[in-house]
């Protein structure tokens, strides 16, 4: 069965290679190869060629492993492994490193720019695969945290929208806040 | 997706996005600092997934227990956040009232006058309990004229946030006639009663009224050093101690106050063994009221009670004027 091949197509018509147990990383493929639909080639007309590699390279790391990002969301400690009764400290150890090892892959895995990562998530989303979303949820969140309104608009290249009247009342939001704050 | 075309932060999905804000926005600060960025955060920002986090989450059982029901039509969570961090609900058949902190969204609650044992409260000659109308609640304790000063009141916390530095305030005011408390004689307590667990904390000596000659902030002029020094040694009540409650952990009753008169004149923070500080000075509340910090205490889980204590032991001259409010539990902040 880990020998099967899925043939997937994007948006552009270029077809990729993926083995079932990593396609199955993502619910919507899933669903379509357990449902039976086979037919060759899957069309996925929202992901383009560009990103779809990059997909497909998530699901191979963490295609048949579905535990393991759940693993690094807890610490790396499975917690169900302490109530077994063959609790294996060398398997602990080598679990860890293993743990350790993804992190730093998907380190380097998520480095790339903006535009990457809202297709990534589009796709993510589009493919529910819970992981790779929570990953580039989690990197959009990190560059919006800790910024003031006006790093954010540069940081995302946005243009307050807000009426002269809207943006008299945005200030006075803002000055209400800081002010709460700074009498703190 | 347009093969070509960019993507912008607006193409995403509305669930990624209130998943984005929603792992930024920890407190209701954040979430307003947000809407301002432009428009589309604003609809994000403002949505009911990212406020209904900052209420808490036995928010329906303190509005079962409010005496009005104006709180069920609101038209979003962030527009009832905001309404509960402006407009005291009165709760418990209005002993209480409930408010939000503003920056945390942890809750605050005021208990009124009513609820605090006042010795010599039920005498008309002493104490009065008037109605007013900037008051939350339907009466108010003015002090008429009494030479004792001296309250206690034991709050549960089970309803307050937990894991919570809270800080307790006496909210009161005082007429312009007031007299007899412009002394650095006033001492407050409040401890948690956890069987000393923790720390015990310290008695806060502070002044209710600005005396005429001088601010707050202001040094004490030579001259008033020296005759409130002569002053205080007329009244030679401060070795005095309380029999009973000495060394036990508990709070003396009203009983025990007639029955040992001398207790009156012993200091909180020797029959509790306590260091005694010099307090801070009242503030101007914003509300026509005054507040000052009667003390803080740490609320883990909501298990123990907290005490909390008010007396003056200089109990030979005359005191008048003040009008209590109430006492309100906040949340500390920068904590």
């Known amino acids: 069965m880990s020998s099967t091949k899925i043939f997937l197509k994007s948006s552009d018509d270029k077809t990729f290679e993926i083995d079932e147990t990593a396609a199955r990383a993502s619910e919507t493929l899933k669903n379509i190869i357990d449902g039976g639909c086979l037919d060759g080639v899957i069309p996925l007309p929202n992901v383009s060629s560009n990103i779809l590699p990059k997909v497909i390279e998530y699901c191979k790391k963490h295609g048949g492993d579905n535990g393991s990002s759940k693993k690094i969301a807890n610490g790396g400690v499975d917690k169900d492994k302490e109530i077994l009764p063959d609790y294996d400290e060398e398997e602990d150890k080598r679990e860890k490193v293993r743990v350790d090892e993804l992190k730093k892959w998907e380190e380097e895995y998520m480095d790339f720019d903006q535009q990457v990562l809202y297709d990534l998530m589009l796709a993510a989303n589009y493919l529910h695969i819970k992981g790779l979303l929570d990953l580039t949820v989690e990197k959009a969140a990190s560059m919006i945290r800790g910024r003031t309104p006006d790093q954010i608009r540069e940081n995302f290249n946005i243009n307050s929208d807000f009426t002269p009247e809207e943006e008299e009342e945005m200030i006075l939001i803002e000055d209400e806040w800081d002010d709460e704050w700074a009498f703190d | ?335």
């Not at chain 2, 000495?246 to 040992?260: A, N």
Request: net charge neutral; proline share 5%; aromatic share 10%.
């Open chain 2, 1 to 335: 997706m347009e093969q070509g075309g960019t993507t912008d932060l607006f193409d995403l999905p509305e669930c990624c996005i209130v998943d984005i804000l929603s792992r930024i926005c920890t407190s209701p600060r954040d979430a307003c600092r947000l809407s301002v960025v432009s428009s589309f955060f604003r609809s994000a920002a403002d949505s009911d997934s990212i406020w209904e986090r900052f209420l808490p989450f036995d928010m329906q059982l303190i509005l079962s227990s409010s005496v009005s029901h104006s709180l069920l039509n609101f038209s979003s969570k962030k527009e009832q956040f905001l309404h509960l961090c402006d407009n005291p609900l009165l709760i418990d058949n209005g002993t209480k009232t409930f408010t939000l902190e503003k920056c945390s969204g942890k809750k605050c609650f005021m208990i009124r006058a009513k609820e605090l044992c006042i010795v010599w409260g039920d005498r008309p000659m002493d104490w009065n309990w008037p109605s007013l109308p900037e008051s939350r609640f339907s009466e108010v304790a003015e002090l008429v004229d009494s030479c004792l000063l001296d309250f206690h009141y034991k709050t549960e916390t089970r309803l307050l946030s937990p894991n919570t530095t809270y800080v307790v305030y006496l909210v009161f005011k005082l007429t312009a006639l007031a007299y007899g408390l412009e002394n650095e004689s006033v001492q407050i307590l409040v401890k948690l009663a956890d069987g000393g667990r923790s720390e015990q904390g310290v008695v806060r000596r502070v002044r209710l009224q600005r005396s005429v000659e001088r601010k707050w902030e202001g040094e004490l002029p030579e001259e008033t050093k020296v005759s409130k020094r002569r002053w205080r040694s007329k009244f030679p009540f401060r070795g005095w101690r309380l029999p009973l409650s000495r060394q036990e952990d508990r709070v003396p009753t009203i009983l025990e106050y007639i029955r040992y008169p001398s207790s009156w004149g012993t200091t909180l923070s020797r029959s509790w063994g306590v260091p005694m500080v010099t307090g801070s000075n009242p503030k101007e509340r914003g509300d026509g009221w005054m507040e000052i910090e009667m003390g803080e205490f740490f609320n883990e889980r909501g298990e123990y009670g907290v005490d909390i204590i008010l007396m003056d032991p200089t109990t030979g001259h005359g005191k008048s004027g003040l009008i209590i409010q109430g006492m309100e539990l906040r949340p500390k902040v920068n904590q």
